[in-house]
Structure formats: structure tokens, C-alpha cells
Nanobody, 124 residues
């Protein structure tokens, strides 16, 4: 079993940056594909970015492409999401998750372990 704990969220002005971290414990995440999702009240959890465990291929939602960067530090057992040029519409609770399979897929049902989430609020 793996425990995932997100941190790094907060309040930032539009155009600013934040870096989210997802620290894993219990099991290594180095051999797993990982993803970041976000959710706002009344909406479904939305795929943001993913990174495969083989090759480190990265994938992004169109809404964040060119602004967000997903990365991992296997030595620290930690996943990151660097968010630049933030917009008010990026406001959400952000979650990291471990994929069931080896490929990055956008559906939240394809992820089995989730963190508790960290709030990101972008003011205009």
C-alpha cells in the first residue's frame, strides 16, 4: 500500500507560480505511472498531467500545456507539478494519484491510490 501526501498549494495572483509536491510513503512510486488531477465543487475530477514510469513520458491536458510541468524524483519518492502563468480558472483542489496501468490515461478510474489534495487558489 502507498500513502500520497500533497503539499505546496496556496493563494497566488494570476500570472504567478506554484510548485506542488506529492510525497509517497509505504511503497516506491518509481515503477509506477503517476498523475495529477484537479477538482472544483460540482465538477468531475479532471486530468491535469501524467508521467509514465517507463521512459518518463509526460502528457498534459490542453488547458495546462505549456504552463505546467510534471516531474518526479525517484530518489526522494516524490512527484512534482510546477505551475506557471497561473490563471483564475486553475483554482481547484489538486490531487496526485498512482495509475493502475503503465500508460498515462486521463480517466480518474484508472488510478487506485490518491492523496488528500491541496487547495490552489488563483486570484485575478
Amino acid at each position: 500500500q502507498v500513502q500520497l501526501v500533497e503539499s505546496g498549494g496556496g493563494l497566488v495572483q494570476a500570472g504567478g507560480s506554484l510548485r506542488l509536491s506529492c510525497a509517497a510513503s509505504g511503497r516506491t512510486i518509481s515503477s509506477y505511472t503517476m498523475g495529477w488531477f484537479r477538482q472544483t465543487p460540482g465538477k468531475e475530477r479532471e486530468f491535469v498531467a501524467g508521467i509514465s514510469w517507463v521512459g518518463g513520458w509526460t502528457y498534459y491536458a490542453d488547458s495546462v500545456k505549456g504552463r505546467f510541468t510534471i516531474s518526479r524524483d525517484n530518489a526522494k519518492n516524490t512527484l512534482y507539478l510546477q505551475m506557471n502563468s497561473l490563471k483564475p480558472e486553475d483554482t481547484a483542489v489538486y490531487y496526485c494519484a498512482r495509475a493502475i496501468g503503465s500508460t498515462v490515461v486521463p480517466g480518474h478510474e484508472s488510478y487506485d491510490y490518491w492523496g488528500q489534495g491541496t487547495q490552489v487558489t488563483v486570484s485575478s
